[in-house]
């Protein structure tokens, strides 16, 4: 089993940064792909950003792309989203996420989920 938490939640101001970090306290995150998800209001989930194990592949979608990072540290168990230009558009509640594949877009094919982080992004 992988026990996911995130933290770096908070508000922030338009045009400013947060870091988001999620810890595992369970299975290595060996082979998996680690992913950033989030739930805006009135919205379902969707899928943010994603690193293949190792960093061999990263992908973002394009409402974020240039100006969230994604990173991991396998042999810390930590992955991190780096949040730049912060838009209100980005307030919602970001989930870390583990998959055995390679970066799935859907929900359905993430194994593993840690509990949210809300983050709120004021004009």
């Known amino acids: 089993q992988m026990q996911l938490a995130e933290s770096g939640g908070g508000s922030a101001m338009a045009g400013e940064s947060l870091i988001l970090s999620c810890t595992n306290s369970?299975?290595?995150?060996?082979?998996?792909?680690m992913g950033w998800f989030r739930r805006s209001p009135g919205k379902s989930r969707e899928w943010v950003a994603c690193?293949?194990?190792?960093?061999?592949?990263?992908y973002y979608a394009d409402f974020v792309r240039g100006r969230f990072t994604i990173s991991r540290d396998d042999d810390k168990n930590i992955v991190n989203l780096h949040m730049n230009t912060l838009e209100p558009m980005d307030t919602g509640t970001y989930y870390c996420?583990?998959?055995?594949?390679?970066?799935?877009?859907?929900?359905?094919?993430?194994?593993?989920w840690g509990r949210g982080t809300q983050v709120t992004v004021s004009s």
């Open positions: 996420a583990a998959a055995l594949g390679a970066c799935p877009r859907y929900s359905s094919a993430w194994n593993y």
């Open positions: 690193e293949t194990y190792r960093g061999e592949y990263v």
């Open positions: 369970g299975l290595s995150f060996g082979g998996y792909s």
